[in-house]
Nanobody
Framework: QVRFVESGGGLVQPGGSLRLTCAIS????????MGWFRQAPGKQREKIAE???????NYVDSVKGRFTISKDKAKNTVYLEMSNVKPEDTAVYYC????????WGQGTLVTVSP
């Protein structure tokens, strides 16, 4: 059974930084593309970053240059480094396998506010 456990969210001021962690079981980051998604209040869930099995990354324009996705093969974990955060980054953040979505985890809430 595939399971994603997201953590690291919290309250952060605009311009600040945060690192999100996704611990994965049941599927390996060495063979599947993994991604970070977010769902802001009243909006649909969107994919914001992904990292392929080979380590190639892609980002949505709104986070490009501010967020960095990475992975630790030994820990089977994916990270999202968030910097220069903005109020519009406020959302629940999830990880999943974008090409063939698995069951969603509980997500981690990021609130960007003064």
């Amino acid at each position: 059974q595939v399971r994603f456990v997201e953590s690291g969210g919290g309250l952060v001021q605009p311009g600040g930084s945060l690192r999100l962690t996704c611990a994965i079981s049941g599927v390996f980051v060495t063979v599947r593309t993994m991604g970070w998604f977010r769902q802001a209040p009243g909006k649909q869930r969107e994919k914001i970053a992904e990292i392929s099995a080979a380590g190639m990354t892609n980002y949505v324009d709104s986070v490009k240059g501010r967020f960095t996705i990475s992975k630790d093969k030994a820990k089977n974990t994916v990270y999202l480094e968030m910097s220069n955060v903005k109020p519009e980054d406020t959302a629940v953040y999830y990880c999943n396998a974008p090409i063939a979505l698995e069951n969603w985890g509980q997500g981690t809430l990021v609130t960007v506010s003064p």
